[in-house]
């Protein structure tokens, strides 16, 4: 279960790199998000930024899929020029830590709706724990550390996991994903 197969490590490779793309684009995006509703009511954006750690841990379905995926997108993102700079990689590793414990609690056997949420939810806890130490987070006010980390959680919750969840069930369907474990449970759950 724990050995890696070339075009396991493909798609990864693939789908990090795509995600990595993706959040220099979210990141760019967020500088005038945040001119509209303000540095904490902007934080619904963050899921995003979270979900190639559920995108491929549900494809893969392997221990450190979940890490890898999160670390390497987020070197996309710095290599590619994030405004975020060195910390674009520091704070992937803390949300891929979180998205990794999530899916290590239920033993790396269990991806449905729950756990991909769940995992986007300790990817926000990964990022709290960043913010807090490195970003300064520890100096605002509680209302607003409670606002900016409940809005990260639910964000994580929809942007990251549910939606890692829709965009793969889309893809199993049109039988893309058939040689990887999401899609050999599809075909065990048809039978």
């Excluded at 060195?86 to 830590?97: D, E, H, K, M, T």
């Excluded at 269990?110 to 990964?126: C, D, E, I, R």
């Excluded at 990887?180 to 065990?188: H, L, W």
Aim: charged share 10%; hydrophobic share 55%.
């Amino acid at each position: 279960m724990n050995s890696w197969k070339m075009k396991e490590i493909i798609v990864m490779m693939m789908l990090a790199v795509a995600c990595g793309v993706l959040y220099l684009g979210w990141s760019t995006l967020w500088l005038p998000i945040s001119a509209i509703f303000g540095p904490v009511g902007s934080n619904w954006m963050f899921g995003i930024w979270v979900i190639a750690s559920p995108l491929v841990a549900y494809i893969i379905q392997k221990p450190g899929a979940a890490l890898i995926a999160e670390v390497v997108a987020a070197a996309v993102e710095l290599f590619t020029g994030s405004h975020f700079g060195l910390s674009a990689l520091l704070i992937g590793f803390a949300q891929g830590i979180g998205a990794e414990i999530a899916f290590a609690v239920f033993g790396y056997r269990t991806f449905n709706t729950f756990t991909l949420m769940l995992s986007g939810v300790f990817a926000a806890v990964g990022s709290m724990v960043y913010s807090l130490i490195v970003n300064g987070f520890a100096y605002y006010t509680t209302t607003t550390l409670l606002l900016t980390f409940s809005l990260q959680l639910i964000s994580g919750a929809l942007l990251g996991g549910l939606l890692a969840k829709i965009i793969v069930d889309a893809l199993v369907k049109t039988g893309t994903l058939n040689g990887y474990a999401v899609g050999r449970q599809r075909k065990q759950r048809a039978a």
